[in-house]
């Protein structure tokens, strides 16, 4: 029987970033996006899946990460950008992820 624990590219560490911003609107997700694409940074190294969910008053993004340094990297660049949209992402719930399983993304063509 195979090892499920091994370092596979099934199964490998993750962390799991959790952000609550008080006063986040969907608009102002949707633009904080929108610089970051423009800034290169719309799909960083090390990260494996991205939601923003909630009420559109006050959304929530939960991010899946190979690294810590590398969401520390990344943030880098989204801090001044979420700071001169005078939003605050607050502090991250972090946890270590056991498992990602990435599914078939659909063609938005």
């Known amino acids: ?7 596979s590219k099934s199964f490998f560490m993750s962390f799991v970033l959790h952000f609550r911003p008080s006063g986040f609107p969907l608009a102002m ?3 904080a996006v929108k610089q ?11 990260r494996s ?3 923003c969910n909630g009420d559109p008053n006050s959304v929530q993004v939960t991010d899946v990460w190979d690294s810590i340094e590398e969401f ?8 001044p950008i979420m700071q001169a949209l005078g939003a605050d992402p607050g502090q991250p719930e972090i946890q270590e992820g056991n498992n990602v399983i990435v599914g078939e993304v659909p063609s938005m063509a």
Not at 73 to 79: D, H, I
Request: net charge neutral.
């Open 1 to 7: 029987m195979a090892n499920l624990f091994s370092k």
């Open 29 to 31: 997700y949707i633009e």
């Open 36 to 46: 970051l694409e423009a800034a290169g940074a719309g799909s960083p190294k090390g």
């Open 49 to 51: 899946c991205h939601v």
């Open 72 to 79: 520390q990297a990344f943030g880098q660049t989204l801090l």
